[in-house]
């Protein structure tokens, strides 16, 4: 899951030969629904942007046919934002810099253009986030959990 978000290749031979290759490269965006995000690697971790979703009340409930009418006027709309937005991050990305590269760099720069053109606290809410998770990743892993619990009240020279 992590190369597929990062970027990967397939590298075959081409199928019923031993002659030349077949190179497959691909990046995508994952989605997937957890319950514990402590069950995720910390590779992986590092790579999640965690939308919580809230319930929706019975009274809002809207039936199959509505909701695709309303999915269908707003794409339009959407898009149209998404695009203006993509290009003024684009615009802007190459001027950014960073107090510290944190690990996806690249994507905490993103985030940091996002922040100045919409004047939101997107970097530091992923960061925190992903030290969150990490937290839990950690909890999770039995090893980790042992190594912590060892080192907990250990001082150094």
């Not at 009418?69 to 934002?81: E, F, Q, S, Y």
Request: aromatic content about 6%.
């Amino acid at each position: 899951m992590c190369r597929t978000m990062s970027g990967d290749s397939f590298v075959r031979r081409k199928l019923h030969t031993d002659q030349g290759l077949s190179i497959v490269n691909f990046r995508r965006v994952i989605g997937m629904a957890t319950i514990d995000g402590g069950a995720l690697k910390a590779d992986l971790a590092d790579r999640v942007l965690e939308i919580e979703l809230q319930p929706i009340d019975e009274s809002e409930t809207i039936g199959p046919a509505e909701l695709a009418a309303r999915i269908d006027n707003a794409i339009p709309k959407l898009v149209g934002v998404f695009y203006t937005l993509v290009s003024k991050v684009l615009a802007s990305l190459p001027s950014i810099e960073l107090d510290k590269m944190p690990r996806m760099a690249d994507f905490a720069a993103v985030l940091a253009v996002l922040d100045q053109i919409r004047g939101t606290e997107s970097l530091g809410a992923y960061l925190r986030h992903r030290d969150h998770l990490a937290g839990d990743v950690l909890e999770g892993d039995i090893v980790g959990n042992l190594v912590q619990n060892f080192m907990e009240n250990r001082t150094f020279p």
